[in-house]
């Protein structure tokens, strides 16, 4: 019998889910290339540990760009070190395949995945849109004829969809995700105290000290950075209301992604979901008080899912064991 895995195929993190053992690996999404021959390196964990510290002979690069796939044979390469990985020592038969995708892809950038995944070793590649599921994921009834609103924050994207009847009915998705809140810290520290910080350490300061309102109690943390005057290392003290200011804009557009699909939602949807609520999932939804900002903005009220980060993983993998239900909301060979 062919094994069942669901990976969500993320722009800063792989997660892959197997049937019977639940999410068996969680790996940045990160390929360290040898600039002499492109052979690969290093995948996930210890290419990361490479970003911003390599030479010149390799090269650390993120295949994955905004959800879809920015360099295609990188791409390759990971999905068959993490297909590999998950089948075990012995892979006697082809996997079948299930992978998320932005709501918003083309034809091309859908064909492209499933195309990787195909070549990467998989009997069989079906894709599912990233907010049906996180949806999934999140135990959210989505078979039912009622309106469920999911906002998934990942990486690269943020997919704020309605969902009824095991499928999408109005969906956006903006290329704003946690990658871009560590982009708009680094721009206010170096703009504020002219330090230059890594990307990585930028992620640090968000999870750390991170809000999306200001805290009565505001958190502090010292970041060590380079002096862009000096040209010397330097340690500054920042505070969480300071990263607040810093993420009004990527916050901003996430905010305006809810209104956009709120104003298109049919209305016997949208009084199911001023009852319900909308649930967030991804990461990035675990930004202190990002769940509050929505309910203010919006007047509906928002609640954070059951392990945000896994849901679109385990949705993954809970759609391919579910596969004859959801078969008209996939995509898989019917691609041109």
Same mark, same amino acid.
């Given at each position: ?100 995708? %932005? ?50 924050? $990942? ?75 000096? $040209? ?33 939602? %049919? ?40 392990? %945000? ?28």
């Amino acid at each position: 019998m062919a094994r069942k895995i669901g990976i969500d195929l993320g722009t800063a993190n792989v997660l892959v889910y197997v049937k019977g053992k639940g999410i068996v690996l969680s790996e940045p999404s990160v390929v360290a290339l040898s600039t002499r021959d492109n052979r690969v390196k290093a995948v996930g964990a210890e290419a990361l540990a490479m970003l911003g510290r390599e030479p010149e002979s390799i090269e650390v690069v993120r295949p994955m760009r905004n959800g879809v796939i920015a360099d295609y044979m990188v791409t390759e390469a990971m999905l068959k070190y993490f297909i590999g990985r998950a089948g075990g020592r012995f892979r006697l038969n082809k996997p079948e395949v299930m992978i998320c995708i %932005p709501a918003g892809v083309t034809s091309v950038e859908m064909r492209a995945v499933r195309d990787a995944a195909l070549a990467a070793g998989a009997r069989q590649a079906w894709l599912i849109r990233e907010p049906l599921a996180a949806a999934i994921g999140a135990n959210i009834p989505v078979a039912q004829p009622s309106g469920n609103l999911i906002i998934d924050i $990942g990486g690269g994207t943020t997919e704020v969809a309605v969902i009824s009847l095991n499928d999408i009915v109005v969906s956006t998705s903006v290329r704003v995700g946690g990658n871009k809140f560590d982009e708009a810290i680094v721009n206010y520290i170096k703009r504020k105290y002219n330090i230059l910080i890594g990307e990585r350490t930028a992620e640090n300061v968000k999870i750390e000290i991170g809000s999306a309102l200001p805290l009565e109690t505001p958190l502090t943390m010292q970041v060590r950075g380079r002096d862009q005057v000096a $040209g010397l290392p330097r340690i500054i003290e920042v505070n969480s209301n300071e990263i607040t200011d810093a993420l009004q804009e990527p916050l901003e557009a996430v905010i305006n992604a809810v209104r956009a699909v709120l104003v298109e939602t %049919p209305p016997e949807l949208s009084s199911d979901i001023i009852e319900k609520g909308m649930i967030m999932t991804g990461g990035g939804s675990m930004l202190r008080r990002v769940n509050e900002l929505l309910t203010q903005v919006t007047g509906v009220p928002c609640y954070v899912a059951d392990q %945000p980060a896994n849901c679109v993983a385990i949705g993954t993998g809970l759609a391919l064991e579910n596969l004859d239900i959801l078969k008209d909301s996939l995509s898989g060979d019917d691609i041109n």
